[in-house]
């Protein structure tokens, strides 16, 4: 779990959960949800990364990479949205989340790996491609003021390239190729059970429903093949959940036209 030591000492005093997290960002939705199944409270700390408001020396010094999201949980901060979640459901257990027998549960954390590994190189490829990379291109002085603020190399070229060479044709096209594979494979599986690691809605389903929620109505990606995958997410938008952590966070501009 990458609990961090924040350069911004003010969140260490920070009782109960604080989350600092974005409407429009899908691994803030991970945690919203599941803060939201555990019926938990916590005090939101909203950033528009549309208009660079988590580009500041002071969120910096909370999250060294300048992500959304984090979780401050009585003073101890901890990023990355894959070991939020996990930690959300160690420290507050009921209801569970992880499969209680061992190959469920493998298959929940097989899920929950992948989500993470594709996430640059896939899925923010493919988004930033289709629709947010206009959003968030940067004048001289916010570029420079990134630059000054983001140490990660990996996210500095990124960035630079989504918001002005762009990507290449080759590269969105691996990107895709990976996102087909992923929701191919999840439709197939989906086809023996309800939800992605067995019998019970549990942290594969959180890590996966922001991404297929927000390829559809941000980069226009189809899943009018994905039979399987259209049931499973009519099962999750039944849930409370859903809209309270995904729909009600999520900025109406950018709801794609269907």
């Given at each position: 779990m990458p609990v961090i030591v924040p350069t911004n000492e003010e969140v260490l005093s920070y009782a109960g959960l604080h989350l600092f997290h974005s409407g429009v960002s899908n691994c803030s939705m991970r945690v919203r949800m599941v803060l939201e199944e555990k019926g938990l409270e916590w005090e939101s700390h909203h950033l528009n990364i549309l208009k660079k408001e988590h580009i500041t020396p002071e969120y910096f010094g909370i999250n060294p990479a300048g992500l959304v999201p984090t979780l401050v949980n009585d003073g101890v901060v901890i990023i990355e949205s894959d070991d939020i979640i996990d930690h959300l459901d160690d420290a507050f257990p009921e209801p569970p989340l992880k499969p209680s027998d061992p190959q469920q549960r493998e298959q929940m954390y097989f899920w929950l790996r992948k989500?993470?590994?594709?996430?640059?190189?896939?899925?923010?490829?493919?988004?930033?491609?289709?629709?947010?990379?206009?959003?968030?291109?940067?004048?001289?002085?916010?570029?420079?003021?990134?630059?000054?603020?983001?140490?990660?190399?990996?996210?500095?070229?990124?960035?630079?390239?989504?918001?002005?060479?762009?990507?290449?044709?080759?590269?969105?096209?691996?990107?895709?190729?990976?996102?087909?594979?992923?929701?191919?494979?999840?439709?197939?599986?989906?086809?023996?059970?309800?939800?992605?690691?067995?019998?019970?809605?549990?942290?594969?389903?959180?890590?996966?429903?922001?991404?297929?929620?927000?390829?559809?109505?941000?980069?226009?990606?189809?899943?009018?093949?994905?039979?399987?995958?259209?049931?499973?997410?009519?099962?999750?938008?039944?849930?409370?959940?859903?809209?309270?952590?995904?729909?009600?966070?999520?900025?109406?501009?950018?709801?794609?036209?269907?």
């Open positions: 989500a993470v590994e594709i996430h640059v190189k896939a899925i923010k490829t493919f988004i930033y491609d289709r629709r947010v990379g206009k959003n968030m291109a940067q004048n001289l002085e916010e570029e420079e003021k990134y630059r000054s603020l983001q140490t990660n190399r990996e996210l500095l070229e990124f960035h630079r390239r989504s918001t002005t060479t762009g990507f290449s044709a080759d590269e969105v096209s691996a990107a895709e190729a990976i996102i087909d594979d992923c929701f191919q494979t999840l439709d197939r599986g989906l086809a023996e059970s309800e939800w992605i690691a067995g019998d019970a809605f549990s942290l594969a389903d959180v890590a996966w429903l922001p991404l297929q929620f927000t390829l559809d109505l941000l980069a226009g990606y189809s899943f009018d093949s994905y039979d399987n995958i259209a049931k499973w997410v009519k099962r999750i938008e039944s849930r409370p959940s859903f809209q309270k952590s995904v729909v009600d966070w999520f900025p109406p501009e950018m709801l794609r036209s269907k």
